[in-house]
């Protein structure tokens, strides 16, 4: 649907006045810190990476529905959904009154469009992983208010999928190329002039907002720093109201801080080192499972978080989890990691690169590959810890190097499991794929039985866990530092800001 010239001179006039102002308003900003600040930061929602990415559009568009902490799916955009008799059509219903930031009305064809578009491989959205129920035929609109989406299959967990961070939504007709301009949401924030090798990014308070009253400062401050030294400063000197996450290291200084809140999302980070199954040496199970069993997982959560934390079990879905395959943490074996390397052809030990950030790409990250490096050698094996930039490590470095670090949030399996492990996922860390894997999935998603889509993700898990690339030891709390005197901030499991919340004295 092509703007109306009404609408694109009003955007034209708002950016205008945004831009005029952003100089000067910046000492009223609310400021928000996160621990990563991309070289190529990307406000397109369907293309995010990085947690800059996120605060980015999450200030300046919308979801459909939104999940809590316990994965609990609400309308946001939405006003109410629900399931056909046969299961096979969701029908949501949109909110009255709400407006992008332009003045046009936000209809079904905005959200029809925002879903087609996550499917189009054109896109090149990781959403389409995790959207691989839905066909961009079996979303339609029958009327301004009103969206439907028909699958093959019953799928219990379409809202869930639906609230992919990927999925905010956006003018009918957007581009990547439009929306790296300014952006045009419905979000409580209006990016007026977005430039993806700023240092910082300054949006303006949509006056239109339809949340009356919100958001309450007349501006929003977004920047990062991977030094945790300087983001608890800044939140100490008041340079920042919120850090988005605050270093282990720090947490004792932090919490000693009469002026500070401390808020925690228990497990929300996955940290994870992964290889590349089809590369050598990592190409022999013998050799991965090795790998794995040299982690003193106990251990490993106690140097990384200081406590803040719960073990890994070499797959997405925390031990803590109802969903969990065990609540125990996978026990290290040195003799067996020894007994296999000697099976795979390495009885005198194995030597390999692991290439991380030159600074923490996320909090605890360099402690855990120094800790993982020590750890290995107790069994013969030999980890040499290489460094690049980390600013340019997701781009130069991540799914290019057979042996690397990565991280998630922690998600609900019928969304990480497809995002990262399905054989055709975009985000395929391990280049491990599995057509029986695959169908576990499937049969997950589609299964109307809890207890028994609960099943099929445990035997998903095992499957990681024994023959995927992936070493997790660390599920992380995502613990947020905010001013006193500020409210309206929970942290969330995947790092989601509803920003319009957030207000400061």
Not at 174 to 193: F, K, M
Not at 399 to 408: A, E, G, N
Not at 418 to 443: G, I, V
Request: charged share 20%; proline share 7%; hydrophobic share 45%.
């Amino acid at each position: 649907m092509p703007r109306t010239l009404t609408s694109v001179l009003r955007l034209s006039s708002v950016a205008l006045a945004l831009c005029t102002g952003a100089a000067t308003a910046q000492e009223d900003c609310l400021k928000v810190m996160t621990f990563d600040w991309s070289a190529t930061l990307i406000a397109d929602p369907a293309r995010v990476v990085n947690n800059s990415d996120l605060l980015h559009v999450n200030a300046a568009y919308e979801p459909l529905v939104v999940f809590d902490n316990n994965f609990t799916v609400s309308p946001w955009l939405a006003e109410s959904f629900t399931q056909s008799k046969d299961g096979l059509e969701w029908t949501f219903v949109l909110k009255d009154g709400i407006t992008f930031h332009d003045g046009a009305p936000l209809t079904s064809a905005d959200v029809v469009y925002t879903y087609r578009r996550l499917l189009d491989p054109a896109t090149a959205s990781p959403a389409a992983a995790e959207l691989g129920m839905i066909t961009a035929d079996g979303i339609t609109a029958p009327d301004a208010r009103t969206v439907v989406f028909r699958t093959a299959k019953p799928v219990a967990q379409l809202p869930l999928l639906l609230a992919t961070k990927y999925a905010l939504i956006v003018r009918d007709g957007s581009t990547s190329e439009s929306l790296a301009r300014q952006s045009d949401g419905t979000g409580p924030y209006v990016i007026a002039d977005f430039k993806a090798d700023a240092p910082r990014t300054v949006l303006q308070r949509n006056p239109a907002y339809w949340q009356k009253g919100k958001p309450a400062a007349p501006c929003l401050e977004l920047s990062g720093s991977a030094d945790p030294i300087s983001r608890a400063s800044a939140i100490q000197s008041g340079d920042a109201d919120l850090l988005i996450a605050a270093d282990a290291s720090t947490l004792p200084l932090l919490q000693a801080d009469p002026g500070i809140a401390l808020l925690e999302a228990k497990g929300a980070l996955m940290m994870t080192m992964v290889m590349m199954v089809d590369q050598p040496p990592f190409d022999d199970v013998r050799v991965r499972q090795a790998l794995k069993l040299v982690v003193d997982r106990a251990a490993m959560v106690q140097l990384v978080t200081l406590g803040f934390g719960v073990p890994g079990n070499d797959n997405p879905v925390p031990p803590t989890s109802p969903l969990a395959v065990s609540d125990q943490a996978l026990p290290r074996d040195l003799e067996k990691a020894r007994a296999l390397l000697a099976e795979a052809g390495h009885p005198d030990g194995l030597t390999v690169d692991l290439w991380t950030g030159a600074t923490d790409l996320v909090p605890g990250m360099n402690v855990m590959v120094q800790a993982y490096k020590e750890m290995a050698a107790e069994a013969g094996i030999t980890v040499n810890v290489m460094t690049a930039p980390s600013n340019s490590f997701w781009d130069d470095v991540w799914m290019k190097q057979p042996f690397s670090v990565s991280y998630w949030y922690t998600r609900h399996p019928v969304s990480s499991f497809s995002l990262a492990f399905r054989s055709d996922a975009q985000y395929n860390e391990t280049h491990w794929r599995d057509p029986a894997f695959d169908a576990l999935l499937d049969d997950a998603a589609t299964a109307t039985d809890p207890a028994a889509a609960a099943d099929l993700y445990r035997q998903a898990q095992t499957r990681i866990m024994t023959e995927g690339g992936q070493i997790a030891p660390v599920f992380a709390s995502l613990v947020a530092a905010m001013r006193k005197g500020c409210t309206g901030y929970v942290p969330h499991i995947e790092s989601r800001v509803m920003f319009q919340d957030i207000t400061c004295d």
